[in-house]
C-alpha cells in the first residue's frame, strides 16, 4: 500500500500568539513558518511525489504553496476530514485562559473522553482522519500503484492521532506524541501493519538543547494552557524558537 508522508502546517500567527486555532479564519503562517514552507521542497527533493491532499485551512494551504510551486505536475486536493480539530467554544481562545477549564486535564489524561463545548470529541477527530487516510490509501495505490508516495498537510492533533492508530495506540496515549511546525512524519502502509519511519522530523536539533528557565521552554510549558511542566500543548505548539 501506499507511504504517507504527513507534513504539520507551518508555524503560524495563532502558535505564536499562544491561542487555539482550530477553523478560525484568518489564520496564517508567520515570518518563520513562511520560511519553513519555503524550505520544504528541498526537503522532499529526492522523494517522487505521487498526490499532494490538505486540510483546506490556509495555514496549510500555503504551507503547500512552496512544494507545488515547485512541482507543477502536482495538483492539490482538499479535504476536511484531515482538518484541524474543531474545538468549538475554545477555539480563537489563549491557551493560557483555558488553564483552570476542568476539561483541560481530561485532554492531557484521557482524551479519549474528551468533547469541546460546541465542537466535536477527540475520538471523533481521530475516526475522521484515519477514515480519510484509509480512503486516499485506496485512491493511491490504484491511480499508481503499492509503492507510490504522497503527501498530506494537516494540523499538529490530527498528525498525532494518525500516528497513534498506526502504531497501536489507544487515542488516550497520544499525548505522548509530538510533532514541531513543518515537521515531517512518514508512515508506511501494507496490507498486514503500518510501519512509521518518521516522527516529527525537521531536520533542526537545536530544540534539544537545555532550556534556560523564563525562557522559550518556559513559555511553551505556558502555551499548553495547564501549568504543568511537560503537558501536551494542545493544538500542537509553536515548536523551537
Excluded at 5 to 14: F, M, Q
Excluded at 53 to 74: F, G, H, I, K, N
Amino acid at each position: 500500500m501506499a507511504t504517507l508522508i504527513l507534513v504539520r502546517h507551518g508555524r503560524s500567527t495563532a502558535n505564536t500568539a499562544g491561542v487555539l486555532a482550530g477553523w478560525t479564519p484568518g489564520v496564517s503562517l508567520d515570518e518563520r513558518g513562511t520560511a519553513q514552507a519555503a524550505g520544504l521542497p528541498e526537503r522532499l527533493a529526492a522523494v517522487r511525489i505521487a498526490a499532494a491532499v490538505t486540510s483546506p485551512l490556509e495555514r496549510c494551504l500555503q504551507t503547500m504553496r512552496p512544494l507545488l510551486d515547485a512541482r507543477p505536475e502536482l495538483e492539490l486536493r482538499t479535504d476536511e476530514r484531515i482538518g484541524e480539530c474543531h474545538y468549538g467554544d475554545w477555539s480563537g481562545r489563549k491557551l493560557a485562559e483555558l488553564a483552570d477549564e476542568p476539561l483541560m486535564e481530561v485532554v492531557q489524561r484521557h482524551p479519549s473522553a474528551a468533547a469541546f463545548p460546541g465542537g466535536e470529541s477527540m475520538r471523533a477527530m481521530q475516526a475522521r482522519a484515519v477514515d480519510a487516510v484509509r480512503d486516499w490509501n485506496e485512491r493511491i495505490d490504484a491511480a499508481h500503484g503499492e509503492d507510490a508516495v504522497y503527501v498530506m498537510c494537516s494540523h499538529g492533533d490530527i498528525i498525532k492521532s494518525l500516528v497513534a492508530d498506526a502504531l497501536g495506540m489507544h487515542l488516550d496515549l497520544f499525548q505522548r506524541i509530538h510533532v514541531d511546525p513543518c515537521s515531517v512524519t512518514v508512515i508506511r502502509y501494507t496490507r498486514t501493519r503500518p510501519f512509521l519511519l518518521r516522527l516529527g522530523d525537521t531536520g533542526d536539533f537545536g530544540s534539544l538543547a537545555p532550556r534556560e528557565s523564563g525562557g522559550a521552554g518556559a513559555a511553551e510549558a505556558g502555551a499548553a494552557g495547564t501549568g504543568v511542566v511537560g503537558a501536551a500543548v494542545v493544538g500542537g505548539g509553536a515548536g523551537a524558537s
